[in-house]
């Protein structure tokens, strides 16, 4: 069983910011791409950033220029740096290990989820 673990949710106020953070087993790490996904009561699931094996990021518009994800590869670590946080940004976030094993199929992991609470 392949364990995803978040941390670092908690209500924060309006401009605040907060930063979450992923782990993921070795196993998998260097071989996965990872990526922050959200959801908000009563809506669908939507993707905030992802990041590549190489490196490289993608961010949901809403969150550009006020996200950050990054990766430490010798820590199997993943973080998501939340700045100028507003109230729509309040969510469960999801972390998300895929985990390539040949060159284009991959097996998807999901963590257990961490609450942002945007708040004042």
């Known amino acids: 069983q392949v364990q995803v673990v978040e941390s670092g949710g908690g209500l924060v106020q309006p401009g605040g910011s907060l930063r979450l953070s992923c782990a993921a087993p070795?196993?998998?790490?260097?071989?996965?791409?990872m990526g922050w996904y959200r959801q908000a009561p009563g809506k669908q699931r939507e993707l905030v950033a992802t990041?590549?094996?190489?490196?490289?990021?993608h961010y949901q518009d809403s969150v550009k220029g006020r996200f950050s994800i990054s990766r430490d590869n010798s820590k199997n670590m993943v973080y998501l740096q939340m700045n100028s946080l507003k109230p729509e940004d309040t969510a469960v976030y999801y972390c998300?290990?895929?985990?390539?094993?040949?060159?284009?199929?991959?097996?998807?992991?999901w963590g257990q989820g961490t609450q942002v609470t945007v708040s004042s």
């Open positions: 998300n290990t895929k985990h390539y094993y040949d060159a284009s199929h991959f097996d998807d992991y």
């Open positions: 070795g196993s998998i790490f260097s071989a996965s791409a």
């Open positions: 990041i590549s094996r190489s490196g490289s990021v």
